[in-house]
Nanobody, 119 residues
């Protein structure tokens, strides 16, 4: 089991920046993927960005060029740097961790952190 602790959400004005952090602990294998998803009120949860332990990244089209995902493998921590924030980025952001255990994919979710973009 892997536990995730998120931090860094808050209220920011349009055009501002925030950085989210997600620290993973527990039974972690060297090959894994960490990512961020978000859910706005009344909408389904959607992918924001993912990063593998090897450094490969994937972004939603809506955040490309504005958000940057990174990780520190030694700390089992992923970061999401969000620049040029827009009101439509307002959502609860969830950290996700997944790895393969005994041939089966296993995932964990963080508790979520609120990001509000408003003037």
């Amino acid at each position: 089991q892997v536990q995730l602790v998120e931090s860094g959400g808050g209220l920011v004005q349009p055009g501002g920046s925030l950085r989210l952090s997600c620290a993973a602990s527990g039974s972690i294998f060297s090959s894994n993927t960490m990512g961020w998803y978000r859910q706005a009120p009344g909408k389904p949860r959607e992918l924001v960005a993912t990063i593998s332990s090897g450094g490969s990244t994937n972004y939603a089209d809506s955040v490309k060029g504005r958000f940057t995902i990174s990780r520190d493998n030694a700390k089992n921590t992923a970061y999401l740097r969000m620049n040029s924030l827009k009101p439509e980025d307002t959502a609860v952001y969830y950290c996700n961790f997944r790895q393969v255990v005994a041939g089966l994919p296993v995932g964990s979710w963080g508790q979520g952190t609120q990001v509000t973009v408003s003037s």
